[in-house]
C-alpha cells in the first residue's frame, strides 16, 4: 500500500506569513504510523513554545585532545574544518556549521562514554545527504588512514557508521540529514 500525505504550513518570517506545503510518499503503514505520531507531537509542543524561544542551536562541542595544535592540524586535513584560533591550551575550529573547541586534556581522555549495557557511545553524530555521500565519506575516511567502522543498519531510518579521530574520540556519521536542518536549507 503507498500513502500519500500532503502537509501544508505556514511560517513567520520577517516579510509576513510564508506557506507551504511538504509531500510524503510512505509505502508502509507504520512508516505513516510513525510519521503522524511525531508530527502531532511536534503540533503539540508548538502550543507550549516558551523554552523553544531561548535555545536556538547547539553553537559549540569541546573535545578533549592531548595535543591541540596536532589535533587541529587532523581535523583541518581528514575532515576540512577551518582552524580560528589556537593557543597552548585549546584550538578552536569551524566544522559542521558549529565551532570545536580542541581542549587540552590529559591522555586517555575521551568524548565517549559507557551506556547501561556498557558498551562505549558516542556523543555526537554527524549527518551526511544520503546513503550514497554516507558510503563516499566512509571510504574516504578509510583511504585517509581513519579508524572507521563497518555501515550499521541499526533498525531506524537511514544507515550509520563510527570513525575515531587521533586522540580516540568516537563519532557517528548517519545517512539522513535532519528534517529541520533541511527546512533551514531549503532542500
Not at 81 to 108: C, M, R, T, W
Not at 149 to 157: A, C, L, P, Y
Request: net charge negative; proline share 2%.
Amino acid at each position: 500500500m503507498t500513502i500519500c500525505l500532503i502537509i501544508i504550513r505556514q511560517k513567520k518570517t520577517m516579510t509576513g506569513l510564508f506557506h507551504y506545503a511538504k509531500i510524503y510518499v510512505v509505502k508502509k503503514i507504520e512508516k505513516f504510523e510513525f510519521m503522524m505520531t511525531k508530527l502531532f507531537k511536534k503540533e503539540e509542543n508548538k502550543e507550549d513554545n516558551r523554552l523553544n524561544k531561548f535555545i536556538k542551536r547547539v553553537g559549540t562541542t569541546y573535545l578533549p585532545v592531548e595535543d591541540p595544535r596536532v589535533a587541529s592540524d587532523w581535523y583541518q586535513s581528514k575532515l576540512g574544518a577551518v582552524e580560528n584560533y589556537q593557543d597552548e591550551d585549546k584550538a578552536i575550529l569551524d566544522f559542521a556549521h558549529q565551532s570545536i573547541f580542541l581542549v587540552k586534556a590529559p591522555a586517555g581522555e575521551k568524548n565517549s562514554f559507557k551506556d547501561a549495557k556498557g558498551n562505549e557511545h558516542f556523543a555526537l553524530t554527524f549527518e551526511v545527504d544520503g546513503f550514497e555521500q554516507l558510503k563516499e565519506f566512509h571510504a574516504y575516511l578509510m583511504e585517509n588512514g581513519v579508524e572507521v567502522g563497518e555501515i550499521e543498519d541499526r533498525g531506524h531510518t537511514g544507515n550509520n557508521f563510527v570513525f575515531y579521530d587521533l586522540d580516540g574520540n568516537k563519532f557517528d556519521v548517519w545517512s539522513e540529514l535532519s528534517s529541520t536542518y533541511k527546512e533551514l536549507l531549503g532542500i
